[in-house]
């Protein structure tokens, strides 16, 4: 699947799953200036193969076969696709790669009849919660959630209302 000069693969094969750990760190490196580190820092490519155990896929985008972005996602219990660690090569930020990979996401979910997108996203993060409203996200409510560096973090829960009617 292609979309603005990127090649995005929904389901990243165990080979890809060290480039895809490499960007997740770059990208969330930013969280240690915060004081409130991101678990994702705590995430390998051995961690994400056993991930998959559990019905988590990681999709991959790539610009000229390199891997710049990724995110993990899997079916939820309550029939929607629900994503986490999306991560954009900071090199490639502005540049439509994050969009193009939750549009295909979506695109994909819906084909394979689920009920929309959802996801967490910290609530001290406005830019991110504003770029999935972008996409017609919406908030559904807050809370905590417990990282895996053991922090309590503030998040809101996001959905893709748009497919809530199928």
Do not use: N
Not at 13 to 18: E, G, S, V
Not at 100 to 111: N, P
């Amino acid at each position: 699947m292609s979309a603005a000069g990127l090649d995005l693969i929904l389901d990243a094969p165990a080979a890809d799953l060290p480039a895809a750990v490499a960007v997740m760190h770059r990208a969330f490196a930013e969280y240690a200036r915060t004081g409130t580190p991101s678990g994702a820092m705590l995430e390998t490519a051995p961690s994400l193969l056993a991930e998959r155990e559990d019905g988590v896929r990681v999709a991959l985008a790539r610009r000229d076969g390199t891997v710049v972005a990724m995110v993990k996602h899997q079916d939820a219990a309550d029939g929607s696709r629900y994503f986490g660690r999306l991560a954009v090569d900071p090199g490639q930020r502005g540049r439509g790669v994050a969009r193009a990979l939750i549009e295909a996401l979506r695109d994909d979910a819906l084909g394979a009849g689920r009920s929309g997108l959802t996801c967490l996203v910290r609530a001290d993060e406005p830019r991110a919660i504003a770029f999935y409203q972008a996409l017609g996200m919406v908030v559904e409510g807050s809370g905590e959630r417990v990282s895996r560096t053991g922090a309590t973090i503030r998040v809101v829960e996001m959905a893709d209302p748009r497919a809530r009617t199928v």
